[in-house]
């Protein structure tokens, strides 16, 4: 399962208790109900994953709910923003916005501005007076070996309030489950440690099936939510039982728990041995036993974006328990499961992708075809 999550899945993380000051964190995620993030954890179904994602489609109904569309074995399903929110445990209310850029600037062009998700977002002054550490002077990142001029209102990651750094990451890895570079701060992340720092509702549901819709079109991207589409799959076996097929195998999550120790891997440490496992073991016992000594991924976060961080694996006894709240019917992959999976997975993407490619090219065609008559018409 490793190696179709690094290949086809972002699943999430499940967050370690061993966080310092994990019980302010609880505190300020539940007034608007972000410690759903905190509490996620579930096995991963792949294939239902795959299934869900193949066939996902966005509308609005005429009560202008924002609705979304999936088939799981020529079954299709339609569930309201609100309705989504509700099976999978997450807000659905509150604040919404929307963008993948970095600026706050892009937040107020972003977040819907009519029906039922209206939203007026906080300026940018008013977002960096409660998240930022003020400047002292201009900000400069290193990228690709060049150096870059920070925007006034783009965020650093090390700007972030210290007691802030801990929400950065579990938002990243379970709300926006994006990879990538992580030396600055996402205008949409901004916004919901603002909604966390004031207490002010913010609408999950909405940026999560957002993103979804964003993944339709972009084919290389992990497929995110693993995790959360897990309790997805038992809603959807609940109404249809009938779909409880044996091929729908469990499996147990490949990436480590989001815990407060990281280790930085940077270019000199590529191509080195890793140290002997009893080793490991004494460094992992060594962390769990000095937990103020801890520190989160982002406080070794330099200006190169470059690198590529990693969570230092942890002990078993940093491991929360599994959920034992499994489908029936719902089983451990046999030793053959992997291979088996890889091989579909591949095929499916790479057929997804192909119609994505030809729908394009028909689309580019009709397009070319217009412009013909249009030019034969004026003659």
């Known amino acids: 399962m490793a190696n179709l999550e690094k290949q086809y899945f972002h699943e999430g993380r499940v967050v370690s208790p061993n966080f310092k000051n994990m019980s302010h964190i609880r505190a300020k995620f ?56 509700q099976i999978l445990k997450i807000p659905f209310k509150g604040q919404a916005s929307n963008t993948e850029m970095w600026s706050l600037d892009h ?38 070996k060049k150096t870059i001029v920070v925007g006034e209102n ?20 379970n709300a926006i489950c ?51 589409l897990t309790r997805l799959f038992k809603h959807v076996v609940s109404v249809s039982p009938e779909l409880a097929f044996d091929h729908y195998l469990s499996h147990d999550r490949a990436m480590h728990p989001l815990a407060p120790h990281y280790e930085r891997k940077t270019r000199a440490d590529r191509g080195k041995k890793r140290p002997r496992e009893s ?30 961080f990693h969570p230092n694996p942890s002990s078993p006894s940093q ?14 992959n046999p030793p053959h499961e992997s291979h088996y999976l890889n091989t579909y997975l591949s095929k499916t993407i790479n057929r997804q992708t192909q119609q994505r490619d030809a729908h394009r090219e028909g689309l580019r065609s009709i397009g070319q075809a217009l412009k013909n008559m249009m030019g034969g018409k004026q003659k």
């Not at 009560?63 to 299709?76: A, D, G, L, M, R």
């Not at 090390?158 to 990451?169: A, F, G």
């Not at 600055?184 to 957002?210: R, W």
Request: aromatic content about 8%.
């Open 30 to 85: 539940e007034s608007i109900g972000f410690d759903c993030l905190l509490d996620i954890n579930e096995q991963i179904i792949p294939r239902f994953v795959l299934e869900f994602y193949c066939q996902l489609t966005f509308t609005y109904n005429p009560e202008s709910q924002f609705v979304v569309n999936f088939v799981i074995q020529n079954k299709s399903f339609s569930l309201t923003l609100e309705e989504f929110g």
């Open 107 to 144: 937040l107020s062009v972003s977040v819907p501005s009519r029906g039922l998700y209206k939203t007026k977002p906080p300026s940018p002054r008013v977002i960096k007076s409660l998240i930022q550490v003020p400047r002292q002077g201009q900000e400069t990142r290193t990228k690709n």
């Open 154 to 173: 783009e965020i650093l990651t090390r700007e972030i309030q210290t007691h802030m750094k801990p929400w950065v990451d579990i938002i990243r890895e």
């Open 178 to 228: 994006l990879g990538g570079h992580r030396d600055h701060v996402s205008a949409c992340l901004c916004h919901m440690l603002y909604c966390i720092e004031t207490s002010t509702p913010y609408n999950l549901a909405f940026f999560i099936l957002k993103r979804m819709e964003k993944t339709r079109f972009k084919p290389k991207e992990l497929l995110p939510y693993g995790m959360l």
């Open 279 to 308: 080793n490991a073991s004494s460094s992992s016992s060594s962390t769990l036993n000095h937990p103020s000594s801890s520190h989160l991924l982002d406080d070794s976060i330099e200006e190169n974006d470059d690198e590529s």
């Open 319 to 332: 491991n929360i328990s599994s959920s034992s709240n499994n489908v029936s019917r719902v089983h451990q």
